[in-house]
């Protein structure tokens, strides 16, 4: 049984991981960008962070997951969620750290928002219909944008929005036993 789990685990880890880096596209060095010069979704300094030194432009995709991995999803509150929802909290503490993800899935629960995933948090998930969980975390997430996206001229709150609203669509049942058939 923990071979067979492991393999789930690994299979979510790439189908969420691959969606990410869809989302995220290649080379990007856009000075609106607070994150600065990115490849794969991954910053320079979280590159960096993690050992990478090479030139972003090198960064291959097998070293971005590894650094997804190693970033955000080791020991993460996604990696422990079986639904759904744990792609929209994994995405989201990729854009917004780990913290600022739990306080949003809080609010999106109904439980106080403080940032540490307790047992009120977990059995509130754990409750939850994961269909409204999706939703109410869509809502929270594109509130979260909108309050950076002065940051960034909102040059990419429409995107972000297109976004959200593309991965609740996405059938993670199919998607992931697909990955774990490769495994």
């Keep these: 049984m923990e071979m067979n789990l492991s393999k789930y685990q690994e299979a979510r880890f790439q189908a969420f991981t691959d969606e990410v880096i869809k989302i995220e596209g290649g080379y990007v060095n856009d000075p609106d960008d607070p994150g600065g010069e990115t490849n794969y979704g991954i910053t320079k300094r979280l590159a960096n962070q993690y050992g990478y030194t090479k030139p972003m432009t090198d960064m291959t995709k097998n070293e971005a997951k590894e650094i997804y991995r190693l970033a955000f999803w080791n020991d993460s509150l996604a990696s422990n969620i079986m639904n759904d929802a744990a792609f929209n909290i994994y995405l989201l503490s990729i854009h917004s750290g780990h913290k600022q993800a739990i306080l949003i899935l809080q609010r999106a629960v109904g439980v106080k928002d403080d940032g540490v995933a307790g047992v009120d948090t977990l059995n509130a998930i754990s409750k939850a219909n994961q269909a409204l969980l999706i939703e109410a975390l ?12 002065p940051k960034t001229r909102y040059k990419y709150l429409q995107g972000w929005r297109n976004r959200l609203q593309a991965s609740r669509s996405i059938q993670w049942k199919e998607r992931i036993n697909e990955y774990e058939r490769l495994l």
């Excluded at 869509?138 to 996206?149: A, G, N, Q, R």
Aim: proline share 0%; hydrophobic share 50%; no cysteine.
């Design 138 to 149: 869509s809502y929270w997430t594109l509130d979260f944008y909108v309050i950076i996206s």
